[in-house]
């Protein structure tokens, strides 16, 4: 069982930068992947980045170069700098630990970039 508890949404206007952390229950060296998902309104859940247990990230194409994933594994928690932020980064963020096939979800948190 992995549990992830996220921080660090709110409201910023369009350029401005925001951090998501997100928190896990055990050591994160100890689960395969980590990223971060986000759902728009009425859109389908998609992949921002990702993170393996050896440091390998991925991105998806319309963040690349803007969003950074990192991790702090002595505080077992992964965070993700969203920078230049545009409107169509809004979405409820989730973060996602994979785990001996096992796919745990964090709740969400709102993110919210105004024009």
């Known amino acids: 069982q992995v549990q992830l508890v996220e921080s660090g949404g709110g409201l910023v206007q369009a350029g401005g930068s925001l951090r998501l952390s997100c928190s896990a229950s055990?050591?994160?060296?100890?689960?395969?992947?980590m990223g971060w998902y986000r759902q728009a309104p009425g859109k389908q859940r998609d992949v921002v980045a990702t993170i393996t247990r050896y440091g390998s990230s991925n991105y998806a194409d319309s963040v690349k170069g803007r969003f950074t994933i990192s991790r702090d594994i002595a505080k077992n928690t992964v965070y993700l700098q969203m920078n230049s932020l545009k409107p169509e980064d809004t979405a409820v963020y989730s973060c996602?630990?994979?785990?001996?096939?096992?796919?745990?979800w964090g709740q969400g948190t709102q993110v919210t970039v105004s024009s």
């Open positions: 996602v630990a994979v785990r001996l096939a096992e796919w745990y």
């Open positions: 055990r050591n994160i060296f100890s689960i395969n992947a």
